[in-house]
């Protein structure tokens, strides 16, 4: 059996028609904008079970207090619908230098969360995915060598997940149990001293036991190596699964696996090797966004495939208002998702 075909529920609160996710991608548009839900719309028709989108936003998080601001991604919710795929929404706190942060701030940051995940709910969308990678301010948190604070919210692990954990049961409470949240983190900032496995593991069962219904581990922070979570050419293909798996071992709740999953081999090894239970692709999809429909139909010789070299993708979309651009698919930032 192709298990990256067969349907998935994730905590019996979200259920999938396959194993697929988009994984989130900043790409320089306000998400509420045509060409943002254009983008998201064409690749769950392309056989994405579950789109993950950003907020990408001005304000972040503080926009859910704005009227009407949940409501004009109405088309973005239903277009993915009416392509057979469920959405979430990640939510984004900012990242931040969290020396100059007071305590109080820090104390204000499971509400202002809670906030923006019942207007997230109330928009429509099919779950929550709060972002806690790369260079967020909850990775920050976390980094024994970039946390020194010496608060209540500084040294011991405990300390320095504090905010993360109470973020949760803040948006748990406010949400209710029946609504899927997601929390992305990177399991690794790939620096020695730093964010590692034996960190991450206890780490997630404490979001786990938080609420959060599924981790989608990715890797690397702001003290990574240049590129270190967009890995390039030289990186072999799912170089992150190994990490998925770490986190799957210390927790019951589902895994995202990432990281150059590009090919249906790749895909399923992670599958059937129980490194994961769900495969996010990122940049194959921006090369090609019709690569589940080429995977199911046994067409993998057709997929157009990612060249791996950052070029366009994501470098050039890093100032708001540069469209997105791939070498392989000229088209990409141009495209609309069909009636």
Known sequence: MDLLFTPYDIAGKLKL???????????GWDGRSEEFCAFYARRAQGGVGLVIAPQSSPNGLDDWTEPGFGAA???????????????????????????????????????????????????????????????????????????????????????????????????????????PVLFRFSATDFVAGGIDLGLTAPYA???????????????????????????????????FADLAAGIRAAVDAPVIAVGKIATRAVAASILQNDQADLVALGRPLIADPDWPRKIADGRDDEIIPCLWDNMGCLKSTIHRGRPIRCRQNRRVGFEHAEA
């Open 205 to 239: 069962r404490q979001l786990e036991c938080a609420g959060v219904d599924c981790m989608d581990v990715s890797a690397g922070t702001l003290d990574s190596p240049p590129d270190a979570n967009h890995p390039g050419e030289e990186q072999p293909l799912g170089c």
């Open 73 to 179: 991604f109405r088309p973005l919710i239903e277009r993915c619908h009416t392509a057979g795929a469920k959405i979430a929404l990640q939510v984004f706190s900012g990242s931040a230098e969290i020396a100059g942060l007071a305590a109080a701030e820090l104390a204000g940051i499971p509400e202002r969360f809670a906030r923006a995940a019942v207007g997230v709910r109330e928009a429509g969308f099919d779950a929550l995915d709060i972002h806690g990678a790369h260079h967020s301010l909850f990775m920050a948190l976390l980094s024994p060598t970039r946390n020194r604070r010496d608060d209540e919210y500084g040294g011991p692990p405990e300390n320095r997940w504090r905010v993360q954990v109470d973020t949760v049961r803040a948006i748990r409470a406010a949400v209710g149990g029946d609504f």
């Open 17 to 27: 028609r396959n194993r697929i996710v988009l994984a989130p991608l900043y790409l």
